[in-house]
Every structure is written in C-alpha cells, then in structure tokens.
C-alpha cells in the first residue's frame, strides 16, 4: 500500500519557497541596498551642493555661501518659522483626540456609530477634495460660511481665514491628524478594564486626577503609536 504524500511535498506552492531563511539574504540585502540608494543619493547631492558654489559633481568649490544666503533670506525665516508653528498641531490633535476617544468610550454617546463612521471617512477621504471643501466653506472672498455671516450688520469682513496660519492648522487637524488619532485611541480606551479607574474614584482621586494617574498611564502605547 502507497504511503499518502505529506501536504508539504503534494503543495505545488512549496517548490516555489526557499528550502531555508538563508537563501531569503542576499535577495534582501539587495533590496536594502537598492533603496538605500533611491533614498541616500539624493539626498547627499542636495548636502553636497549645500556646500559647493558651483555645480557640486564638475565644479565642487567648498564653501557656505549657499548657507548664508537661505539663512539671510526672510522667506526661508518665514517657511521655518511657520513649520514649527505647524508641528505644534500634533500635541495640541492628541489632547483633543484623547478626551474625544475617553468620553467616546466611557459614554453612552447618541450618534457614536454615526461619529466613527465620520472619523473613518474623514481618513480614508483624499486630502486634496476634502481641503478644496473647506476652501469653500471658509474661503475669506467667497466661502460659504463668510458670505452668510457677512449679510449680519454688526460684521464688515471675512471672519474666517482658511489660508491664514489658524486656518491651515485647523484643516491639518481636522483632516489628517484627528480622525487617524481618535480611530487607534478610542479601542483601547474602550478595553481598558474600568475597574482601575473605580479603585481611583473610590479611594477619593477626582476624574482629572483618574486621567492622570490611571487612564493615561495605561493607553500610552497606543498615544505614542498616534503621535507617530
């Protein structure tokens, strides 16, 4: 009688792997290096002409004049002053996020299906429509909101700026930074075992201290994966 094949032999599909992790190597060691390449290259030709007067590969001339002039120019100041100014909106989103996704989790909320199926598709949504919607919402000449609150009689201009620095932070927020933030936070705030935080409340902490010294501690793997 013919001993039946084993799954491993009778699968068409393990011809086709390598018999050890060792072959698997070089293939991603030349991966690395392909990338490595696309990655590094440019970028140090961009060092190297930070550094050179002329064209850094036929006429390298060592010097920081390209340096002095970027540093000396007002809208390079401006472009690196306003990028920090917008990197301070990732602390600011993961405070709201956290006590949007706390009181999501901890409440019996109406609309909280409705509430995460906006935050869903506020981040599956292209940035680039959803950015042109709040152009035209907010748009100082002709948006919707500051035309309907220009027709008041105690307001003269736009009151809402959508290219001013409070305007670009806000469709940063609202677009790109919450959405993503509340949708990792708000399970593990809704899993963490509640009786934690009744100990606190019952040996006399408040609710601002519970946050502080139970809940926060407790989901800070998942507030350090959303503010990566």
């Known amino acids: 009688m013919a001993r039946p094949q084993s799954a491993e032999a009778?699968?068409?599909?393990?011809?086709?792997?390598?018999?050890?992790?060792?072959?698997?190597?070089?293939?991603?060691?030349?991966?690395?290096?392909?990338?490595?390449?696309?990655?590094?290259?440019?970028?140090?030709?961009?060092?190297?002409?930070?550094?050179?007067?002329?064209?850094?590969?036929?006429?390298?001339?060592?010097?920081?004049?390209?340096?002095?002039?970027?540093?000396?120019?007002?809208?390079?100041?401006?472009?690196?002053?306003?990028?920090?100014l917008l990197s301070l909106r990732t602390p600011l989103a993961i405070l709201i996020a956290f006590f949007v996704a706390w009181y999501l989790a901890r409440n019996d909320v109406f609309g909280k299906r409705t509430i995460m199926f906006t935050l869903w598709l506020g981040f599956f949504l292209p940035i680039l429509p959803a950015t042109l919607g709040w152009i035209l919402l907010l748009d100082p000449n002709y948006g919707v909101i500051n035309a309907y609150l220009k027709q008041l009689p105690f307001i003269d201009g736009p009151i809402f700026d959508i290219y001013?620095?409070?305007?670009?932070?806000?469709?940063?927020?609202?677009?790109?930074?919450?959405?993503?933030?509340?949708?990792?936070?708000?399970?593990?705030?809704?899993?963490?075992?509640?009786?934690?935080?009744?100990?606190?409340?019952?040996?006399?902490?408040?609710?601002?201290?519970?946050?502080?010294?139970?809940?926060?501690?407790?989901?800070?793997p998942t507030r350090l994966t959303a503010l990566i």
């Not at 050890?20 to 990655?39: K, Q």
């Not at 305007?167 to 609202?174: E, F, K, M, Q, S």
């Not at 959405?179 to 963490?192: C, S, T």
Request: with cysteine; charged share 10%.
């Open 10 to 84: 009778a699968s068409p599909v393990s011809d086709l792997l390598p018999t050890s992790a060792s072959t698997l190597r070089p293939f991603g060691w030349l991966c690395l290096a392909l990338i490595a390449i696309i990655c590094i290259v440019p970028v140090m030709v961009i060092i190297a002409g930070g550094f050179s007067e002329g064209d850094p590969f036929n006429n390298f001339n060592a010097s920081l004049a390209p340096w002095s002039r970027a540093l000396d120019s007002s809208h390079t100041i401006a472009a690196i002053g306003y990028s920090f």
């Open 164 to 220: 001013s620095l409070a305007g670009i932070t806000w469709v940063h927020i609202t677009l790109s930074t919450i959405p993503i933030m509340v949708i990792l936070i708000e399970p593990a705030q809704r899993f963490i075992d509640s009786s934690y935080e009744e100990a606190s409340t019952m040996s006399g902490a408040g609710t601002f201290t519970t946050l502080r010294r139970v809940t926060v501690p407790l989901i800070a």
